[in-house]
């Protein structure tokens, strides 16, 4: 449902920038008849970087056979650092008139966890599948983990998305103009691991006791809908009639929900990505 919400507040926006906007049609002064401003569109290219944090919670897509109301088992970790593993690039086409300005950006985020210890808050119990000791396999209980250490490129994450802001422009000068934003996105998130899933992750050492290594499951590569939201601040410097200069601030958060692993280990993972990164744009204002 709010994945529903969020798409419609999206399109609502771009489909305001591009049929709306072009049709302003020049300001005059009732009394004089002259011209006083005129809107203005533009097409930008914007390239940059951030980093940021990662919080997940994942649970087993199976239920506990004693309690079928609860999962086999779930597990949460907070404050993961990620950082850029790919330029972030964007295009936006937009315009503004007067303090008021509208845009639509097509981008590309990427991310990915590098090495570091955490702390997965798990609990319940995960099934060992069938190993030559434990045919019939077995059930083992988890607990939450001391400190777990996750190996450098974890996850990856390659986010694509559309998106549409609102934004106001604060009145210093002719050529020089700071705006203050909030928009919506949405898109797809392809995700990846060199291991199946990142909750089951947390039980590896106990599966490996067993004889189950993790890496002889089939590797993670997802593609999965997911939305956000995004404040950038920044200043546009005009420095010709055509051509100006963007740095950017933004604060974005992205929410992403995937399945992972298989058979046995098969689960549900929901995160938010939260990023600040800063952008350098180029924009050209178009006639």
């Known amino acids: ?3 529903i919400i ?3 507040l999206s399109f609502i926006l771009s489909f305001y920038i591009l049929i709306f906007l072009p049709m302003y049609g020049q300001g005059y002064d009732p009394e004089t008849g002259i011209k006083t401003y005129l809107p203005k569109k533009y097409i930008s290219f914007f390239a940059g970087g951030g980093s940021g944090n990662f919080n997940l919670s994942a649970e087993s897509a199976f239920s506990d056979p004693q309690n079928p109301k609860e999962r086999l088992w779930v597990a949460d970790v907070s404050d993961v650092s990620t950082n850029l593993h790919f330029p972030q690039l964007s295009l936006k086409f937009g315009g503004w008139k ?3 300005g509208l845009e639509m950006e097509l981008i590309y985020i990427g991310q990915k966890i590098p090495s570091q210890i955490v702390y997965y808050d798990s609990h319940g119990q995960i099934y060992i599948p069938p190993t030559n000791e434990y045919p019939d396999g077995y059930y083992y209980p988890v607990e939450p983990q001391d400190s777990v250490d996750l190996d450098d490129g974890f996850l990856h994450f ?3 998305s559309i998106g549409g802001t609102g934004y ?3 009145q210093i000068s002719q050529n020089i103009k700071p705006y203050l934003g909030f928009g919506f996105s949405f898109g797809l998130n392809n995700i990846q691991s060199e291991y199946p899933g990142p909750g089951s992750f947390a039980a590896k050492n106990v599966m490996a006791a067993f004889g189950y290594n993790l890496k002889d499951a089939e590797k993670l590569n997802t593609t999965d809908f997911g939305f956000g939201f995004h404040i950038p601040f920044g200043i ?3 420095f010709s009639e055509n051509l100006f200069f963007n ?7 992205n929410f992403l929900s995937f399945g992972s692993s298989d058979a046995y280990l098969k689960e549900r993972d929901e995160g938010t990505l939260q990023l600040v990164h800063a952008s350098i ?3 050209l204002i178009l006639k």
């Open 1 to 3: 449902m709010v994945n």
């Open 6 to 8: 969020v798409m419609k």
């Open 98 to 100: 007067g303090w008021k």
């Open 158 to 160: 390659n986010l694509f």
């Open 168 to 170: 106001a422009n604060i």
């Open 236 to 238: 546009k410097f005009l």
């Open 247 to 253: 740095p950017e601030l933004r604060f974005s958060q």
């Open 281 to 283: 744009g180029l924009g």
